[in-house]
T-cell receptor
Framework: AQSVTQLGSHVSVSEGALVLLRCNYSSSVPPYLFWYVQYPNQGLQLLLKYTTGATLVKGINGFEAEFKKSETSFHLTKPSAHMSDAAEYFCAVTPVDSWGKLQFGAGTQVVVTP | GAVVSQHPSRVICKSGTSVKIECRSLDFQATTMFWYRQFPKQSLMLMATSNEGSKATYEQGVEKDKFLINHASLTLSTLTVTSAHPEDSSFYIC?????????????FGPGTRLTVL
C-alpha cells in the first residue's frame, strides 16, 4: 500500500519569498508523482509531474519539484511567491502499474502576504 | 488546457432521495473518467474508475449499489448517489483522462457539493 504525506496543512509566505511545500510518499516501488493546485471554486490543475527521466521537474507558473528516491520525497518550490499563488496545493501519486488512480495528500493551503 | 464540467455545482437534498451528478469532457473524448470524494479538511479519495461502455470499477470500501456510475458516452459519466443520507454529504470531484497527442493527462472538474439533510 502506498501513502502520501504533506507536511503542514497551512503555509504562510511573504510576497517575493521562497515557497516550499513538502511531500513524502510511502511505496515499495517509486510511483509517478504529481503536484496539483486548486483555486477557489475551480477544478484541480496540474502543476507538474514526474514519471521518468530528469528528477528535477519544471512546471507551470514558475514551480518546480525534485524527485529524491533516497528520501522518498517530491517537494515543490517556487523562488518568489506572487499573490496569485494563494491556493490549495495537493501532492499525488499513482502506481506505475495502475496509472490514473491518483492517491492524494491532505493538501496544503498557501497564504501569500504582502 | 482541456475543460471538464460538472453539474450541478451544488445540490441539497432530503435524506432518502437520489441525486445524479454529471461529469462532462467538453473538448475531448474520455474513455476513462474517475470519481473522487473529499470530506472537509481531508484529501480527495478515489471512489471508482468509470470506463466508457463497461462497468465501473470501485475502490475497496465503496458501495457500488449506493454509488451508481454510468459512462454511456465518450464525453459523459454520471454518478448517482442512491438513497442519500447525511453521511454522504461531501464534495464529489470527477476527472477525465485525455490521451490526445500521446500525452496521458487527467483533467479535473470543479466539483459538486452535496448536502443531505
Amino acid at each position: 500500500a502506498q501513502s502520501v504525506t504533506q507536511l503542514g496543512s497551512h503555509v504562510s509566505v511573504s510576497e517575493g519569498a521562497l515557497v516550499l511545500l513538502r511531500c513524502n510518499y510511502s511505496s515499495s516501488v517509486p510511483p509517478y508523482l504529481f503536484w496539483y493546485v486548486q483555486y477557489p471554486n475551480q477544478g484541480l490543475q496540474l502543476l507538474l509531474k514526474y514519471t521518468t527521466g530528469a528528477t528535477l521537474v519544471k512546471g507551470i507558473n514558475g514551480f518546480e519539484a525534485e524527485f529524491k528516491k533516497s528520501e522518498t520525497s517530491f517537494h515543490l518550490t517556487k523562488p518568489s511567491a506572487h499573490m496569485s499563488d494563494a491556493a490549495e496545493y495537493f501532492c499525488a501519486v499513482t502506481p506505475v502499474d495502475s496509472w490514473g488512480k491518483l492517491q492524494f495528500g491532505a493538501g496544503t493551503q498557501v497564504v501569500v502576504t504582502p | 488546457g482541456a475543460v471538464v464540467s460538472q453539474h450541478p455545482s451544488r445540490v441539497i437534498c432530503k435524506s432518502g432521495t437520489s441525486v445524479k451528478i454529471e461529469c462532462r469532457s467538453l473538448d475531448f473524448q474520455a474513455t476513462t473518467m474517475f470519481w473522487y470524494r473529499q470530506f472537509p479538511k481531508q484529501s480527495l479519495m478515489l471512489m471508482a474508475t468509470s470506463n466508457e461502455g463497461s462497468k465501473a470499477t470501485y475502490e475497496q470500501g465503496v458501495e457500488k449499489d449506493k454509488f451508481l456510475i454510468n459512462h454511456a458516452s465518450l464525453t459523459l459519466s454520471t454518478l448517482t448517489v442512491t438513497s442519500a443520507h447525511p453521511e454522504d454529504s461531501s464534495f464529489y470531484i470527477c476527472s477525465a483522462r485525455d490521451w490526445r497527442g500521446g500525452l496521458d493527462t487527467q483533467y479535473f472538474g470543479p466539483g459538486t457539493r452535496l448536502t443531505v439533510l
